[in-house]
């Protein structure tokens, strides 16, 4: 599965920013219609365009305020409880142990030189700063890209925290306080003791990409299935549409999913679509969905509220299985 998506495709992805951010001729289609040439063309000038925005105008933006402020330490150990902070960082309270999703808190993600960050500014705050989270036992890491392995929010955490991350990306954290950090490539599985209790950690694969520049394909990026005490959990990462999720419900129902819906346009070949989202939660049989990698970062050409509005219409006959919608929302797993 890894790369297949660029089979097909007559578009030579150029990274920048753990993002694919060009679109050139491959030699295979070098004398290909003048209108597709336009278009791309077109579609790199947007692209130019876009970024000299981010580097400028963007500057004095305000930051939107996020749409709630969770209260986690009002959550109760004997249950499931999920807050969506922003982009692809979700806070959980998985029976007592405390885990967080791609943390991503500071007000601009990409390469950090000293006093500035270039890169991307976010559209909405995270929910929680920083000094409002609780002490947090399990960091899992998706991929190595900018938007979801922050070394910035990473450095913040102590030795305490465990750290589980994609295949030949933990060289990236040497500069943190982290003592311990694994690596789950595809199909691997580990149980992993921690403060708040011990839990099932695995692997899982995606359609996606690695690379953090240019040379660095090798490294893994993944989906995780996190058990603990029969309820099961899926964290998606980033994925354009895959058959892998549907293996997940031979061994029993997931509870929820937390599904990447925004980065589609024109990026589909890397991020599904809200609908495919939809699709891939069905195929694990997923009970519930967080819809998250939306309203965070401009990051593709898509509106603002386009994925959320086209994830809740292709659930408008189950809305009940939408777990939460707004950056900030707190979500109680039914038990
Ligand atoms: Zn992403």
Redesign the pocket.
Known sequence: MRKTHYDHVNLRAVRFFGFTSLVTTSRLHSAEAPERRTLRSSRVRRWLGHLFREWTTESWRPIAPAFAKPKPATWSDAQVTFAWIGH?TVLINFFGIKILTDPVLFPRIGIRLPGLTIGPKRLTAPALQFHELPNIDLILLSHA?F??LDLRTLRCFGESTTVITARATSDLLRHTRFCDVTELDWGEAKSFKTAGGEINISALPVNHWGARKRRDTYRGYNGYLLERKRQRIIFAG?TAMTNSFAELQEEGEIDLAIM?IG?YNPWIHS?CSPEQAVEMANAAGARFIIPV?HQTFR?SFEPFREPIERFEAALRKTPERIALREIGETFVLPL
Request: charged content about 20%; hydrophobic content about 30%.
């Open positions: 692809a890209h938007d979801h980033d990447s980065a991020h990698h990051l």
